[in-house]
């Protein structure tokens, strides 16, 4: 059986008659006259199947099926009120959801900042996180199961198939295990440590990255000795705490602080031992470190205003870093 549609003009009808208790009275409140009140209350009364009030002589009461009624009745005029105020904040961006996937590294400072002072900002908007790697993050954009992704890779290398605001960039730093040699000498000679076994993520996380990583190697004439491979830039560090080799990291990573990890950036290495810098006579420069970017990436066709309210507020909190 088809339920009746009853407009929001008559469910107003019935709250003023319900709170007035007296059809004159609740018409003038309506600005409307009686007859039409009454007859309008009798309608829906027949459409419900059900009386809403008793009447006599000398009172209007409401009945058992009025009363439980009156309570979800206000509720639903004070929503209904409120839809056109929540469809200008929607469409101005702040109200909605912004489904938004990260790498561990901009998680350390960055991110949890964001998420706080966005959430004071835009109360309304829901930010659901999830960490995800860049070869994940890809996949869920190409099911349309995100909305944005923080994404870590070499500078300008972004999937092309996205748009891109990058908001970080930081050297690569090489973490070894605090009773290692290396760790103790007061410089560094890069053809010593290319020497060294090496713990790296796969290539299908960060591809530019990787690949930028690898040149380092190949720019002095070596290939990577490779040890181990792991996803989290954490379980890389740990694993260099265990001895299995050496490791490039961001920057942002010596926030997770290891105990018996030792971090070593661009100005902890001096220029190559003699016999090195004789054996690469044909690159007498030595390697740059590498550098990473991480930006935030969405889909080219932007039809999200909470996003896009999201959007700016990182592009400010960026360009003020």
């Known amino acids: 059986m088809k339920e009746p549609l009853i407009d929001v003009r008559a469910w107003r009808q ?13 018409a003038i409140r309506l600005h409307m006259t ?11 009364e027949r459409s419900l199947g059900v009386m809403l009030f008793d009447r006599t002589r000398r009172r209007v009461a409401l009945t ?14 004070e929503r209904a009120q409120a839809l056109p105020v929540r469809a200008r904040a929607a469409a101005a961006g702040e109200v909605g959801r912004v489904r938004l996937a990260f790498v561990s590294t901009i998680g350390f400072e960055r991110l949890p900042e964001w998420v706080r002072d966005f959430r004071v900002l835009c109360p309304q908007v829901s930010l659901e996180l999830v960490e995800a790697t860049g070869d994940v993050q890809r996949a869920l954009f190409s099911q349309g199961e995100l909305d944005a992704g923080l994404m870590l890779h070499s500078p300008g290398f972004a999937p092309p198939e996205l748009a891109r605001l990058a908001v970080a960039e930081e050297p690569l730093v090489l973490a070894l295990p605090a009773s290692h040699p290396l760790a103790l000498a007061p410089r560094l000679h890069l053809p010593e440590v290319l020497a ?16 930028a990583v690898f040149a380092l190697y190949h720019a002095a004439g070596r290939v990577p000795m490779v040890a181990q491979e792991a996803i989290q830039m954490q379980t890389i560090v740990n694993l260099v705490w265990g001895g299995l080799g050496v490791a490039w990291v961001p920057e942002s990573v010596t926030q997770f602080r290891r105990e018996g990890v030792v971090y070593r950036g661009a100005d902890a290495f001096g220029p190559a031992p003699a016999k090195a810098r004789a054996k690469a006579a044909k690159s007498p420069a030595e390697p740059l470190l590498p550098v ?10 932007l039809d999200n205003p909470a996003l896009a309210r999201f ?3 990182v592009r400010e909190r960026s360009a003020a870093a």
């Open 14 to 26: 019935f709250v003023a008659v319900a709170e007035e208790l007296h059809f004159g009275r609740a």
């Open 311 to 313: 959007i700016d507020f």
């Open 34 to 44: 009686q007859p039409p009140l009454t007859q309008a209350i009798a309608q829906m």
């Open 292 to 301: 990473c970017e991480t930006s935030l990436v969405w889909p080219a066709a």
């Open 64 to 77: 058992p099926a009025g009363e439980a009624l009156l309570p979800d009745v206000r509720d639903f005029l």
């Open 196 to 211: 060294e076994p090496l713990v790296i993520f796969p290539r299908r996380i960060v591809p530019s990255l990787h690949d």
